[in-house]
């Protein structure tokens, strides 16, 4: 029997910012329908790792491969892997004066899926708002998780969405994730998601099926989400994992 092609393969991947290493030979795979979790101390390559599919200048592939879909994307700019639908909600998303999230909206063409997004995030008093100007830091990372929503990827990469969000919001985000994962998207396919989380509180409300923990640049475990979190949460990162 052949085996599905993985919606996301990262294949032995050697990133660096300017001369600095910052992943080493990171490998996973990210089946369609699934939402994997990263997790890491602070500075061990998660968000790089993100960067590094999404393909944000300054991060730069030293070797090996990423491929959506069985399709190599190395070569391909930032808007051409935004096209095959790769998304991004980012962990320190810039305020954009003059831009309300009605305007964003449209011109993303997902004005007719704002309100009842909105809603569920509680944003709806913001929608005449500029993106993040004046915005509470739970506010930025609801609209964040909001407006990946709206841009409907195929593969979803979630930086840090419930850092320093209060527990109701954290449960709306969560569910929002959950239910956006579940929909397919506008060509009617599953969808696949990485999540990265310090605090783990998402797991209660996402269906995550594999967690990675990320070292120094290295990936140095994978397994069950809630057995990984929870052994970080009683031993911290330096005490390994049995295999
Ligand atoms: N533009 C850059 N210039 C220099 N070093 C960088 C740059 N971007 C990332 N790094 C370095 O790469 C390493 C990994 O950073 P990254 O942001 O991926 O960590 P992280 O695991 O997301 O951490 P956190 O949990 O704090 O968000 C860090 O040592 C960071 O200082
Ligand atoms: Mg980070």
Redesign the pocket.
Known sequence: MTKATPLLEVRDLCVA??D?P?LNSISLKVAPGELHVLL??????????LAAIMGLP?WRITSGTILLDGTPIDEMSLFERAQLGIGMAF?RPPSLEGVSLNSFAKSIDAHSDLDQAAERLNLTAFLQRDLNVGFSGGEIKRWEVLKLILQDPHLALFD?PESGVDLEHVKAIGTAIQQFMARPDKTGRQRAGLV?T?TGLILAHVDASHAHI?QSGELVHSGPPTELFQHVQSHGYSVPLAS
């Open positions: 910012v300017g600095k910052v890491g101390p602070n500075g061990s390559g998660k968000s790089s790792l300054p962990q840090e990265i310090h990320l």
